[in-house]
């Protein structure tokens, strides 16, 4: 193995809050945070503005290259539009998922993730952050909570009922996505052998902040 890395790699299924436990953990640690996963809904989002066909692996590519994006505090900026919201659609999110099957695409990602480490130490969240972006992380967790406590977790931030034809909407929609990112053959989403596993079904966003915190400073 290569010299470890200031990286905590936060890796785990759509929805499971990892991504709100993995900027905490930076904000604690005065590290800087990196949402994987903006990038590929970036990605999507730009394609479909530029009418390219999310299977379009060589067109996509060439966008995900050259992507005008700026982050900019909370904000993310598309070409200079604030795109922070659109980004976060379920559309956009299916979106992301079909252009991240593309190994073009994850390719000319790569660079621009391992870029977000400077000598301040870095939070990344996504799928392929141990696996792939920083391999030599020192500390790597797979984040995961069962589909139907994050089914009501994506209900509540919509502000949407628990039960009945919208949260089976969700659920659905979840399990789809579920599937398409660990069937998928490039950096298909899976725990690591070196990867602790947190399952945040039954604890809160504090317990889970603590407990990765509580890791890092023990290893
Ligand atoms: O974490 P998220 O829901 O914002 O991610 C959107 C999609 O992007 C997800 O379906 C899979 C993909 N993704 C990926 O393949 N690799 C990453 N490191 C992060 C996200």
Known sequence: ????????AIDGPSASGKGTVASRVAAALGWDYLDSGALYRLTALYAQQQ???????????SLAVGLPVVFK??????DGQDVSQAIRSEEIGMGASAVAALPAVRTALL???RDFLTERGLVGDGRDMGSVVFPDACLKIFLTASAEVR???????????CEGEAYERILESIRARD???????????????????????EISIEESVKKVLDWYEKK
């Open 151 to 161: 089914a009501q977790r994506r209900a509540r931030q919509l502000d949407l009922p």
């Open 73 to 78: 505090g909370d904000k993310i900026l598309l």
């Open 51 to 61: 009418g390219v066909d999310w299977k379009d692996e060589t067109a996509v590519a």
């Open 111 to 113: 660079q621009r993730q």
């Open 1 to 8: 193995m290569g010299k470890q890395l200031q990286v905590i």
């Open 179 to 201: 599937e398409a990112d660990s069937r998928r053959e490039v950096a298909p989403l899976r725990q690591l052998p070196d990867a602790r596993l947190l399952d945040t079904s």
